[in-house]
């Protein structure tokens, strides 16, 4: 919280993480929030949140939120996931996975293994409302699920970035606003970028070697590579 600073470092194992099923979210009431796994939270106009993170350094490891986490933060602040290596897999309802809400920035990194990442809504590299959103992973054949607003997403003249390096992936969405979109709020636009350096993938559009626009500012890069870009 603001002023706060919270650290989870653990070196090694196969983990599951866990938070959340005790407080409702006005959204959706069967869902709770969690604001854990790498996640800060400010007072909203009164005070900026502080650093919250979560660093896994090997094993193979199972995330679970609700509501907020991930590599996630709230008005003002740092939200951090860093995972090193293993074949791990990130569950989130809405708000994670290196999603910046209102003048913040939450990243997740995730430097090896073939990972799976799932999320409903407003995740996986959002910045929304004058806030930074990133997820990168590094290596590894993944695979990212997401419905709305998500895969590198741009929205309230936020930035918002995916960046895979390396490995056969796949990307499925559902909606427009997904993969590279940024649409114009306030009249001026946001930036959402979604950017893979390497390997055979599959988008929910096909387009590799050229960019495919989404929305004002927003875009999606498929880059031809030997797999040294």
């Known amino acids: 919280g603001p002023g706060g600073i919270g650290l989870l470092l653990d070196q090694s194992g196969d983990d599951v993480f866990q938070a959340g099923g005790r407080f ?33 350094l090997a094993g193979s490891d199972l ?26 897999e990130f569950k989130a309802r809405r708000y994670g996975q290196g999603c910046g809400l209102h003048l913040s920035l939450g990243i997740l990194v995730d430097h ?12 996986q590299g959002v910045g929304h409302d004058l806030a930074v ?15 709305w607003m998500g895969q590198g997403v741009g929205n309230g003249n936020g930035v918002g970035t995916l960046t895979d390096h390396g490995g056969d992936d796949t990307y499925v969405a559902e909606r427009d606003d997904t993969q590279g979109h940024a649409g114009q709020s306030r009249g001026f636009g946001s930036i959402g970028l979604l950017l893979d350096l390497s390997g055979k993938d599959h988008f929910r559009t096909q387009g590799l070697g050229r ?10 890069y498929d880059a031809k590579s030997d797999g040294n870009p």
């Not at 602040?77 to 290596?85: C, K, R």
């Not at 959103?133 to 699920?145: A, T």
């Open 24 to 56: 409702p979210d006005f959204r959706e009431t069967n869902l709770t929030k969690s604001m854990s796994q790498g996640f800060s939270y400010g007072l909203e106009t009164e005070a900026s949140g502080g650093a919250g993170m979560l660093i896994d």
């Open 63 to 88: 995330y679970e939120v609700e509501y907020f986490g991930q590599g996630a933060s709230f008005w003002g602040g740092l939200g951090v996931l860093y995972d090193g290596e293993g074949d791990d």
């Open 112 to 123: 090896s293994g073939n990972d799976v990442y799932s999320v409903w809504g407003v995740g």
């Open 133 to 147: 959103g990133i997820l990168s992973d590094l290596s590894g054949h993944d695979r990212y699920q997401v419905s």
């Open 211 to 220: 960019m495919i626009r989404s929305g004002r500012t927003g875009g999606r």
